[in-house]
């Protein structure tokens, strides 16, 4: 019987807080252990995450229909900054009241204090660190998108290809085992009572912030076209739900398509704008990411400042365009820039990783409805002069 990552992730954390009640001190330090090898290859992969999604990714984004993909990559961009931006101003002004800030020892050099350690390490350092495999990364995909050769490019997409297979097989499947373990650790150290109150709360806010950000978007879509918002947000709300259900964008793009159409976005501009926007839009990921990080901040005693976070938005908003398409590809790509720009440590990640994935399903429903408001957007500021360039090749033909 298949279960998905969710229930999955839910029975880890169920099973883990049973266990830190029962277990012995040795059977802690055991998964511990497990935990311990596991963030040492997380470590390890990251940077090469970084590399091999974030330069393929641009090197493909620059090629192709032109100004078509400059606007629809330029909206999209906004709205996902966006999306960080009213996360960040509602989780700093939110949080602070319901959440006990410094609640896990305030020291966030060293969080884990309460956590076992394993009976050994095995070191694993990576090959370059995440900030330079950002910039190369940049400086590659730049550079692939504005030349004409081709090998290198398929280079980096067959490296994508073999980290994605890494992912898909390796680190989310071992993801329930690793949440398991950290929950485990955490309530034999007395500290579970807070996390589980830190989810449902920052939960709650999430799914609120999803639904405003997607209300944004549509009134913003339809005072440009003039489109009855409702009946827009109607014809979208399959999409959702089967969103829902994948916790993939891209396999949503089908159902995202068929109902973008419906909301009579034109064809070429559908065909061409939603896939695209299953890469590169994900504000509903963005906005749980930057809400959990925030929570993760606030336990760990840290300082949340708008100098601080906006460049993490930012960077955020471009390193999604690396974002695999698996269930918790997102967040894989934002451990690169949690560990840089945040000062997240493996403890920090852990519990990010959690927050992120038990409402993954609701962040990916969030990114598939907003790109049909994008599509109609794009449609109206670029849809006349398709229609003048399809007709010119009938022409011509």
């Not at 373990?181 to 150290?189: S, V």
């Not at 976005?265 to 896939?275: G, L, S, T, Y």
Request: aromatic fraction near 8%.
């Amino acid at each position: 019987m298949k279960i998905g990552l969710l229930p999955r992730l839910l029975i880890g954390i169920a099973l883990g807080i049973i266990s830190g009640l029962v277990l012995p001190q040795w059977g802690i330090e055991l998964f511990a252990t497990f935990n311990g090898l596991f963030g040492n290859f997380l470590n390890f992969i990251i940077p090469l995450i970084i590399l091999a999604f974030i330069a393929p990714g641009i090197g493909e984004l620059g090629k192709g229909a032109g100004k078509l993909v400059g606007l629809t990559a330029g909206v999209a961009y906004g709205s996902t900054v966006l999306a960080g931006l009213l996360a960040f101003i509602v989780g700093s002004n939110v949080f602070p009241n319901i959440l006990t800030v410094g609640s896990l020892g305030g020291n966030f050099e060293n969080p884990e204090e309460f956590l076992l350690e394993g009976f050994f390490q095995v070191e694993m350092p990576p090959v370059m660190s995440v900030m330079t495999a950002l910039i190369l990364a940049f400086v590659i995909g730049i550079g692939l998108a504005s030349i004409n050769g081709n090998v290198l490019q398929k280079g980096f997409e067959d490296l994508r290809s073999i980290i994605e297979k890494v992912i898909q097989y390796v680190i989310i499947p071992l993801l329930p085992i690793h949440i398991f373990g950290i929950f485990a650790n955490m309530t034999y150290g007395g500290q579970v009572a807070t996390i589980m109150s830190t989810f449902i709360k920052v939960f709650a806010i999430i799914i609120v912030l999803h639904l405003v950000m997607l209300t944004l978007q549509y009134t913003t879509a339809s005072a440009l076209s003039k489109k009855n918002i409702f009946t827009s947000i109607k014809n979208m709300v399959p999409a959702y739900f089967t969103a829902l259900g994948t916790q993939s964008s891209a396999s949503t793009i089908p159902v995202t398509l068929r109902q973008t159409k419906k909301n009579n976005v034109k064809d070429k501009i559908a065909e061409f704008v939603v896939p695209l926007c299953a890469n590169i839009h994900l504000s509903g990921s963005t906005i749980t990411i930057v809400s959990a990080a925030m929570a993760v901040m606030f336990l760990n005693g840290m300082e949340v400042t708008f100098v601080e976070v906006f460049p993490f938005i930012l960077a955020l908003g471009l390193t999604m365009i690396a974002a695999p398409g698996v269930p918790g590809g997102a967040v894989m790509s934002a451990i690169g820039l949690l560990q840089s720009m945040l000062g997240f440590n493996d403890a920090m990640l852990s519990l990010m990783i959690a927050l992120y994935l038990t409402q993954d399903s609701f962040g990916t429903a969030t990114n598939v409805t907003g790109d049909g408001a994008i599509s109609i957007v794009v449609d109206k500021l670029m849809g006349n002069q398709v229609e003048t360039e399809e007709v010119n090749e009938k022409k011509s033909a």
